[in-house]
């Protein structure tokens, strides 16, 4: 991977968001894919690395970026 990608495949991301809450400080980890759709548009989807763990949400975002992309034909 590159600076510009950390996850080794064009279109998917790791991001983690922080929550506070008074004291209290949350943080949450999503594997993100993105595209562009047919039209134009961009499209993402976000998996939670809590809901999934770190692997399945990774592999689960590069696979909805593939489905997306092959959707758009581009």
């Known amino acids: ?3 510009r990608n950390q996850s080794g495949t064009v ?3 790791r ?6 809450r008074g004291d209290y ?3 949450y980890s999503y594997w993100i894919a993105q595209w ?3 039209l134009g ?8 690395v809590h809901q ?4 399945k949400a990774r592999q689960l975002a ?13």
């Not at 999934?52 to 692997?55: I, L, S, Y």
């Open 41 to 48: 548009r961009r499209k993402t989807r976000s998996f939670s």
């Open 15 to 20: 991001q983690q968001q922080i929550d506070r």
């Open 36 to 38: 562009t759709d047919g």
């Open 11 to 13: 279109g998917v991301r």
């Open 52 to 55: 999934f763990g770190e692997k």
């Open 62 to 74: 590069v696979a909805a970026r593939e489905a997306g992309v092959k959707r758009a034909k581009r």
């Open 25 to 27: 400080e949350y943080r």
């Open 1 to 3: 991977p590159s600076k």
